[in-house]
């Protein structure tokens, strides 16, 4: 298992490039996982740039798992409208 907070500085209160960088690594290193521990405070993620979306991308990835450790492990949205946080389901496009 990769820890989220271990594995790439965040930029100001965005963690997006924390969960890309650690979504990376686990495949990389073929292991089970992206831990999101429990922490009082939020993950937040910022509006992804254009062609950035999703924010946390899993499409294609086969036997990684992106979980938490409980209830304060809590993944949030911040900026403007809506946009796709998480993109699962193995070949999904984005339409």
Do not use: C
């Amino acid at each position: 298992m990769i820890n989220v907070r271990e594995s790439a500085p965040i930029t100001g209160d965005d963690w997006t490039q924390a969960f890309v960088d650690a979504i990376a690594k686990a495949e990389q290193l073929g292991l089970a996982g992206v831990v999101v521990p429990s922490d009082p405070a939020l993950y937040t993620v910022r509006r992804p740039t254009a062609g950035q979306t999703p924010s946390i991308d899993l499409r294609g990835l086969h036997g990684l798992a992106l979980f938490g450790e409980g209830a304060r492990s809590v993944i949030s949205m911040i900026g403007p409208g809506a946009w796709r946080l998480i993109h699962i389901g193995g070949e999904a496009t984005a339409s």
